[in-house]
């Protein structure tokens, strides 16, 4: 079974603090994905990436970076955290890049950031 | 922009009960179409998936959906649900991007399933 951690379950930071949450899968997946989930609102995708050190933009980037320097792994960073990041994040990973239409996604538990 | 519509967001049913819940996307190309489950406490996970073939697609704890093209629409449906069925449920379309080598993955807004006991 794939299996998807995230580093924290809970986080509770301060306005304009920097803010790492860690994803690592252990299937050796291409591609990666970070989203945020908000009642009402859905999953919203804010980076993905295909490959080590690519990433490409999700819908809604604004206020986050991510980071890619091994394949198990993928970093979301805010850089400086504000109210409104107060979400639920949720990564994960398909397996291929050329066949990553068609490919389920696995998700990890979610890490809920309350940011005050 | 693409989206992905259902339409219930709350839905209240007793056990035994038959569900259907909508989903409908906008995008007018060739689609891949998902239906992910999330129970309380636990991970996202697939519930059903259809790419091509037959429209009626059988999936997990006897869940089904059917995929309309012609209504852009792809409901979840079980005859008889039961109490271990509360969850929330999201449709998901995806399909290659104009880049080559990328593709959109697009979320519905969920819907949250109680099942009465």
């Known amino acids: 079974d794939v299996k998807v951690t995230q580093s924290s379950r809970y986080l509770v930071k301060r306005t304009g603090e920097k803010v790492f949450l860690e994803c690592v899968q252990d299937m050796d997946h291409e591609n990666m994905f970070w989203y945020r989930q908000d009642p009402g609102l859905g999953l919203r995708l804010i980076y993905f990436?295909?490959?080590?050190?690519?990433?490409e933009k999700g819908d809604i980037p604004e206020g986050y970076s991510v980071s890619r320097e091994k394949k198990e792994r993928f970093s979301l960073i805010l850089e400086s955290a504000s109210t409104n990041q107060t979400s639920m994040y949720l990564c994960?990973?398909?397996?291929?890049?050329?066949?990553?239409?068609?490919?389920?996604?696995?998700f990890g538990p979610g890490t809920r950031l309350l940011v005050l | 922009a693409q989206s992905v519509s259902q339409h219930n967001h709350h839905v209240i049913l007793s056990e035994a009960a038959s569900l259907e819940l909508g989903c409908n996307y906008s995008?007018?190309?060739?689609?891949?179409l998902f239906w992910y489950v999330q129970y309380p406490g636990q991970h996202l996970q697939l519930l059903l998936k259809y790419f091509s073939g037959d429209p009626l697609v059988k999936g997990i704890k006897g869940f089904e959906a059917e995929f309309i093209k012609s209504k852009f629409s792809f409901n979840l449906r079980k005859p008889s649900v039961q109490w271990s069925d509360t969850a929330e449920y999201f449709c998901a379309v995806n399909w290659r991007g104009s880049t080559s080598g990328t593709y959109k993955y697009i979320f519905g807004t969920g819907t949250r399933l109680k099942v009465l006991a």
């Open positions: 995008y007018g190309g060739t689609v891949n």
């Open positions: 994960a990973s398909t397996l291929g890049r050329m066949t990553g239409y068609q490919e389920t996604q696995y």
């Open positions: 990436s295909y490959d080590v050190k690519m990433k």
